[in-house]
């Protein structure tokens, strides 16, 4: 065997030993929720069943909170993408001495650490009488997720030649229709880049609809699913499984989909550094 | 175009910011604004209930904050947490792996990497349920410790901290290592073989070449690694609620207590705003790294 075979191997053998023990809580949550007496172990089940699912998958449990992950999330991204877009395009476009401020202010926003301003954020939200209402969080959302989604979106849009849009102009068109028609088709990856991350940090979003929501009915999946301790009396593990895998699917999907889209899965790390 | 705007003066600089108008309202009301109101906050005495009034109290609050031991000790274990889970764990962990994918054969660097990205991109909720389990009484750990005739312990009661700090690199390691394996592919190849062709060996190239030439992707990672986790609340609170007793209690979840539990929202807000200061900190030195950029 010679030195480069070696160090492969021993490459091959550490990436292995991580793999195996990263895998471990993917494997009780996987094997859990297929298993009728799961606990806190990682087994393999006696016998498969489903009955998991089947429990979980009720209005209460599942569906209600489900729908209201999405109604958030959908709303708060929609809004995101929306301003996000707008707010690219004469940042990208246009030369103002604006330009510059108005973009390290963006970044600085986009590393504040959004936990800390919650408890004003309720209090705020008490007094102008926002607090337990959809909209109200949907606004917050969209709003905590802006700074990272233009960002984003004028970094994407600079990569968009400008000479294409020059001969739109000639013919008269305006920057709102350049925009629609010929810029943001262009940058197809880059506004499903922003849709996806900005929907995904979202949905596994818990402590905002945690301060700002207080009616159960109203409570998205990452809060909701806290009722498998306490309001259920004994915590049924194979369940609260069952029902993690089924919150957890779409943005699992919705990963893999843009990581395929930009060929690999590095684009996002790419896309922080600037 | 210079011209052209020259020529047509304010009316056309004001057609050209009104896009940009939604985004500005929208933070302005909902992220400036709570943040000003932080600020004030901070200096009141306003609590959840039954107070008619608040009144501005000064610097009562933080000097409250100083002498008060809880607060000393959550901004101790936040520190533990800071530097356990991030800057140990994390990036070394994640500066790891990336090194050796650029080693190891394709179906191991695909698997290694779809399992870590894959706990990156579950629920934080999720993330602490699955961690709690492994760490649980009679969870996965100590089933494996039994196994391997090693003694074994309730980890979520005599080390709730160590339990939370690895719950967070289990969770947020991806994201150090796709920095980092972007940052090795773009070492050039021929600098790499030509110190190998000198004779440095494997750790003095790491220290004198690898390291020194994506510095900048260990300062971004750094920055963004600490600043998502000071922010770390929902892994924390489904894992241990902060307990047992304050023992896992980090400033976030040490500020949700006094403002919820003990109903003083104007102290929770300074301590609030205490983070936020430091965040900015933070945000500031990232900004010097990526200063090239904007």
Redo the contacts between chains.
């Keep these: 065997m010679n030195r480069r075979t070696q160090?492969?191997l021993?490459?091959?053998l550490?990436?292995?030993f991580?793999?195996a023990v990263?895998?471990?809580?993917?494997a009780?949550?996987v094997l859990?929720a297929l298993d009728a007496e799961a606990?806190?172990?990682?087994k393999v089940p006696g016998s498969l069943t489903f009955d998991n699912f089947d429990a979980v998958l009720v209005d209460d449990v599942t569906f209600t909170p489900l729908l209201n992950s999405l109604i958030l999330c959908g709303g708060a991204t929609a809004?995101v993408v929306?301003?996000?877009a707008?707010?690219a395009?004469?940042?990208s476009r246009?030369?103002?001495r604006?330009n510059?401020p108005?973009?390290?202010t963006i970044?600085?926003?986009?590393?504040?650490?959004?936990?800390?301003?919650?408890?004003?954020?309720?209090?705020?939200f008490v007094q102008v009488d926002l607090i337990d209402t959809m909209h109200g969080t949907i606004?917050?959302f969209?709003?905590?997720g802006?700074?990272f989604a233009?960002w984003l979106m004028k970094n994407f849009m600079d990569g968009v030649p400008k000479e294409l849009e020059e001969a739109a102009w000639t013919d008269g068109a305006s920057?709102?229709q350049s925009l629609l028609r010929i810029v943001l088709p262009l940058m197809g990856p880059g506004v499903s880049v922003v849709t996806v991350f900005s929907f995904?940090m979202m949905?596994?979003?818990?402590?905002v609809p945690?301060m700002l929501l207080i009616d159960p009915a109203q409570m998205p999946?990452?809060?909701s699913?806290?009722d498998f301790f306490g309001n259920r009396g004994q915590v049924v593990?194979g369940q609260?499984a069952a029902f993690?895998i089924i919150?957890?699917t779409p943005?699992?999907l919705l990963?893999v989909l843009i990581a395929r889209r930009l060929g690999g899965?590095?684009a996002?790390?790419?896309a922080?550094?600037? | 175009?210079?011209s052209a705007?020259a020529k047509r003066g304010p009316r056309r600089?004001l057609m050209?910011?009104l896009?940009?108008s939604?985004?500005?309202l929208?933070?302005l009301?909902?992220?400036a604004?709570?943040?000003g109101?932080?600020v004030y906050?901070a200096f009141t005495d306003?609590q959840l209930t039954g107070q008619a009034a608040s009144s501005l109290i000064g610097f009562e609050n933080f000097r409250k904050a100083f002498t008060d031991e809880d607060f000393l000790n959550a901004v101790w274990l936040t520190l533990v947490f800071t530097v356990l889970s991030s800057l140990v764990g994390q990036n070394t962990?994640g500066l790891?792996?990336a090194l050796?994918?650029?080693?190891?054969?394709k179906p191991?660097?695909t698997?290694?990497?779809g399992?870590?990205?894959?706990?990156w991109?579950?629920?934080?909720?999720?993330?602490g349920?699955?961690?709690y389990?492994?760490f649980?009484k009679?969870?996965?750990l100590n089933?494996i410790l039994d196994f391997l005739h090693l003694p074994s312990q309730n980890w979520l009661f005599t080390l709730p901290i160590l339990a939370v700090s690895f719950a967070n690199v289990?969770r947020g390691t991806a994201?150090s290592m796709?920095?980092y394996?972007?940052?090795l592919n773009e070492i050039p190849k021929e600098i790499v073989e030509s110190a190998q062709v000198d004779g440095a060996g494997g750790w003095r190239r790491l220290w004198h070449i690898t390291l020194p030439m994506i510095r900048r992707?260990i300062g971004?990672n750094l920055?963004?690694n600490t600043?998502q986790t000071?922010?770390?609340?929902?892994l924390i609170?489904?894992m241990t609620r902060g307990g047992p007793g304050n023992r896992s209690q980090t400033l976030?979840l040490y500020?949700?207590e006094e403002?919820f539990q003990n109903s003083m929202?104007g102290y929770?807000?300074a301590v609030?705003?205490l983070?936020?200061i430091v965040?900015?900190l933070?945000?500031?030195v990232?900004?010097r790294l990526?200063r090239t950029?904007?």
Excluded: H
Excluded at chain 1, 107 to 124: G, K
Excluded at chain 1, 203 to 207: D, E, I, R, S, V
């Design positions: 160090r492969r021993a490459a091959d550490g990436l292995l991580a793999a990263f895998v471990l809580p993917l009780w949550v859990s606990n806190l172990k990682v809004l929306v301003c996000a707008l707010a395009y004469p940042l246009y030369r103002s604006f510059r108005f973009l390290l970044l600085f926003a986009t590393c504040l650490p959004i936990t800390a301003v919650m408890v004003p954020v309720y209090a705020l606004f917050f969209a709003a905590s802006l700074p233009i920057s709102f995904v949905w596994g979003n818990f402590f945690f999946a990452s809060v699913i806290n593990y609260l993690s919150y957890s943005v699992i990963y899965g590095f996002l790390g790419g922080v550094k600037g | 175009m210079k705007s600089t050209r910011a896009p940009v939604p985004a500005v929208l933070m009301a909902f992220l604004g709570p943040i109101y932080c906050l306003l962990l790891g792996l050796l994918m650029q080693r190891a054969s191991l660097r698997l290694t990497g399992i870590v990205v894959t706990a991109v579950l629920p934080e909720v999720v993330a349920f699955l961690l389990a492994f649980q009679q969870g996965t089933a289990w994201f796709l920095v394996s972007a940052a992707s971004t920055m963004l600043l000071l922010s770390v609340f929902g609170w489904v976030p500020m949700y403002a929202i929770a807000t609030a705003l983070l936020l965040g900015s933070f945000s500031l990232y900004m990526l950029e904007v």
